[in-house]
């Protein structure tokens, strides 16, 4: 008789640790489906950024008019820019826009010109923070200017047909200070060289321009 109970008590222990062998193991599957779905579904990070502008900017410039004449301009600028990441995890951007500047000066003569600018630009993003409300962006480029309209009001003088270009191209570089949606911005710009085109022009800006 007490073999057979012996065995009856050994065999329900049996099952009992089967049963518990099994809940452990089916609660480790889980927990295992779990944890990879939770890494596949884990979003990428992502840059915070704005792809369109516009801004204002102000521009003390030099005009050479010939080989040694030099004219003083003060111009105010309108633009936009739209800017394309060009590097999916990198905040590197490809940044295309177009302006309008309107130029006067008071020195030898009543100088006003309207003159429309096309500008790309590459720019890159460093993030201070982690919270990337904060960047500083050094960029480099080129643009196209036409000018519209060049007149000495003074004389009535139509300066494109004293011998002013109307078109050329320049190289500018600079860098910008963002704050989320807002931004400052200072740069250079200079008409690459060409003793065959007056005026050759040379500026130094500071613009403010906001994002969306």
């Known amino acids: 008789m007490n073999t057979t109970r012996n065995k009856m008590a050994l065999f329900v222990m049996l099952c009992l640790s089967l049963n ?3 809940q452990f193991d089916d609660s480790y599957d889980v927990e295992d489906w779990s944890l990879d779905l939770e890494e596949e579904e884990a ?13 204002l900017q102000y521009s003390p410039a030099r005009y050479k008019i010939d080989d040694e004449s030099l004219l003083r301009f003060n111009e105010f600028q309108i633009g936009y820019n739209r800017s394309i990441q060009v590097i999916e995890d990198l905040p590197y951007f490809v940044e295309a826009g177009a302006g309008i500047k309107f130029s006067w000066t008071k020195e030898t003569m009543e ?26 962006a050094p960029f480099a480029g080129a ?30 570089a600079g860098v910008r200070f963002y704050l989320n949606r807002y931004f400052l911005g200072i740069s250079y710009s200079r008409d690459f060289r060409d003793s065959s085109k007056y005026p050759s022009v040379r500026e130094c800006s500071v613009h403010f321009g906001l994002c969306f």
């Open 111 to 136: 100088g006003r010109l309207i003159t429309f600018r096309i500008p790309v630009n590459v720019l890159y993003k460093i993030y201070p923070w982690k919270q990337k409300d904060y960047a500083i």
């Open 20 to 22: 518990v062998q099994a």
């Open 43 to 55: 979003p990428k990070p992502q840059h915070k950024e704005y792809k369109n502008a516009v801004y």
């Open 143 to 172: 643009s196209c200017r036409i000018i519209a309209m060049a007149r000495d009001c003074s004389s009535d003088t139509n300066l494109c047909d004293m011998g002013w270009g109307r078109f050329q191209i320049a190289w500018q």
